[in-house]
């Protein structure tokens, strides 16, 4: 069974860093590349980064690139998302899934979600 929990959000001004976790069990053992999505109040939920196993393919969306690095310790089972220069338009929930197959940038492609971690980002 994959289980998943986000931490590390919160509440942080305009050009500071937050860094998210995303401890998932079950996801190392089944070599499962995963991902970062977020979801704003009344919006979709958009793809943010994407790891595979190894770690040595990442994609991150264009609204973040330069600012988002994704990272995994899979002797630790986590996956990260270091978030630097944050902006007000970054405030959103933000969750983390395993990848089950599919285009790495689609919601549809993941799958037992976490409950996300809300960031807040003042101007």
């Known amino acids: 069974q994959v289980q998943l929990v986000e931490s590390g959000g919160g509440l942080v001004q305009a050009g500071g860093s937050l860094r998210l976790s995303c401890a998932c069990s079950g996801c190392t053992s089944r070599r499962y590349a995963m991902g970062w999505f977020r979801q704003a109040p009344g919006k979709e939920r958009e793809f943010v980064a994407f790891?595979?196993?190894?770690?040595?393919?990442?994609y991150t969306a264009d609204s973040v690139k330069g600012r988002f690095t994704i990272s995994r310790d899979n002797a630790k089972n986590t996956v990260y998302l270091q978030m630097n220069s944050l902006k007000p338009e970054d405030t959103a929930v933000y969750f983390c899934?395993?990848?089950?197959?599919?285009?790495?940038?689609?919601?549809?492609?993941?799958?037992?979600w976490g409950q996300g971690t809300q960031v807040t980002v003042s101007s």
């Open positions: 790891i595979n196993w190894s770690g040595g393919t990442t």
């Open positions: 899934a395993p990848n089950l197959g599919g285009y790495y940038y689609s919601p549809s492609a993941y799958k037992y």
